[in-house]
């Protein structure tokens, strides 16, 4: 079985300000990663994957996360902060071999002006 | 593109009442999953449906049935409405294979029981 930690409920931030959202998985086989962005009163969309080749994957809205298998984590960030950006962020495992994905409890990014 | 689409998007149950939650998606995936989202707690996994025909029981089925008649059509259903049924509830879609993870998801149902 596979389980999701976001090691923050909420983190708040000045706009402008760079910005790094936690997850850690465990999982006893290959994983693929995901991080998942809700805005106010919205369903999900996915931001970006990791499938497999390099660690480090571009997302949308200029997000990018790193793999890192040696401290199963999978760290969301961003170098620059806008307001449009205040929204509900939840990291998921996909294991190989499972279609059931596996959903952290989220982590809620505040942008003050 | 419609994607996933759930109906209604509000509704208000006493307890006891029944109803069905509606989602249809367009987009030709064989899985399909029904999720519940409470505050802090993240997405609970009702049930999901690997094709037509074919469900099954996720973390928290109890109080909830399901039906997949068509590829497209996946409804959910509470029986006996209870307070502790009162969530936002998610629709949501995968084609599967090496996207299993990559989840389409419906803008949300939220649901009171009084």
């Known amino acids: 079985a596979q389980s999701v930690t976001q090691l923050d409920s909420q983190v708040p931030v000045f706009e402008e300000a760079p910005v790094e959202l936690r997850c850690n998985y465990s999982?006893?086989?290959?994983?693929?990663l995901f991080w998942y962005v809700q805005y106010p009163n919205q369903g999900l969309q996915l931001l970006l994957k990791?499938?497999?080749?390099?660690?480090l994957v571009k997302g949308i809205n200029g997000f990018e996360a790193e793999f890192n298998k040696s401290q199963t984590s999978f760290h969301l960030r961003k170098p620059s902060v806008h307001i449009s950006d205040t929204a509900e962020y939840f990291c998921?495992?996909?294991?190989?071999?499972?279609?059931?994905?596996?959903f952290g409890r989220g982590t809620s990014l505040i942008v003050h002006p | 593109n419609a994607g996933v689409t759930q109906t209604p998007k509000f509704r208000i149950l006493k307890i006891g009442q029944s109803m069905t939650l509606q989602c249809t998606q367009d987009?030709?995936?064989?899985?399909m999953y029904w999720y519940r989202q409470d505050p802090g707690m993240g997405l609970k996994l009702i049930y999901y449906?690997?094709?037509?025909?074919?469900?099954d029981k996720g973390e928290v089925p109890n109080g909830y049935n399901v039906s997949r008649s068509t590829t497209e059509d996946f409804p959910l259903r509470l029986e006996l409405a209870a307070p502790s049924q009162t969530s936002v509830y998610f629709c949501?879609?995968?084609?599967?294979?090496?996207?299993?993870?990559?989840?389409?998801f419906g803008e949300g149902s939220r649901l009171t029981v009084l």
């Open positions: 949501a879609s995968s084609s599967g294979g090496v996207n299993t993870g990559e989840l389409f």
């Open positions: 999982s006893s086989v290959s994983v693929y």
């Open positions: 990791y499938l497999s080749g390099s660690t």
């Open positions: 998921a495992v996909g294991p190989s071999g499972s279609y059931i994905p596996t």
């Open positions: 987009m030709n995936h064989n899985y």
């Open positions: 449906s690997v094709g037509a025909g074919i469900t």
